[in-house]
C-alpha cells in the first residue's frame, strides 16, 4: 500500500503560479513513476502531466504545455507541478496517482490516488 499526500494549492489570481507537491509513504523501497490529474468544477477527472522515474521523460495534457513543469525526487518519493501562468481555466483539484512502482528494474503496474489539493484561480 502506498499513502499520497499533496499539498500546495490555494487560491491565487490569474497569471500567478503555485507549485503542488506530493509525497508518498508506506511503499516498498522502491520508486515510482507518477503523474498529475485535475478534476474542473462539472468535468471529468483529466490527465495534466506525468513522469517517468527511470529516464526522467516527461509529458504534458496540450492545456498547460508550455505553463507547467513536472518534477521528481525519487529519493523522497515525491512529484511535484510547477504551475505558471495561471488561468480560471485550471480551477480544479489537483490529485497525483503512482502509475509503476519500479522494483529492481521492474515496472509493476499501480493505481494509488492522493486525496487532492484544490487549486482555484480568480480572473
Not at 88 to 105: E, N, P, Q
Amino acid at each position: 500500500r502506498v499513502d499520497l499526500v499533496e499539498s500546495g494549492g490555494g487560491s491565487v489570481e490569474a497569471g500567478g503560479s503555485l507549485r503542488l507537491s506530493c509525497v508518498a509513504s508506506g511503499g516498498p523501497k522502491s520508486h515510482y513513476d507518477m503523474s498529475w490529474y485535475r478534476q474542473r468544477p462539472g468535468k471529468e477527472r483529466e490527465f495534466v502531466s506525468g513522469i517517468l522515474s527511470d529516464v526522467g521523460r516527461k509529458t504534458y495534457a496540450d492545456s498547460v504545455k508550455g505553463r507547467f513543469i513536472i518534477s521528481q525526487d525519487n529519493a523522497k518519493k515525491a512529484v511535484y507541478l510547477q504551475m505558471n501562468n495561471l488561468s480560471a481555466d485550471d480551477t480544479a483539484m489537483y490529485y497525483c496517482k503512482v502509475d509503476y512502482v519500479i522494483v529492481d528494474g521492474t515496472s509493476i503496474p499501480a493505481n494509488y490516488w492522493g486525496q487532492g489539493t484544490q487549486v482555484t484561480v480568480s480572473s
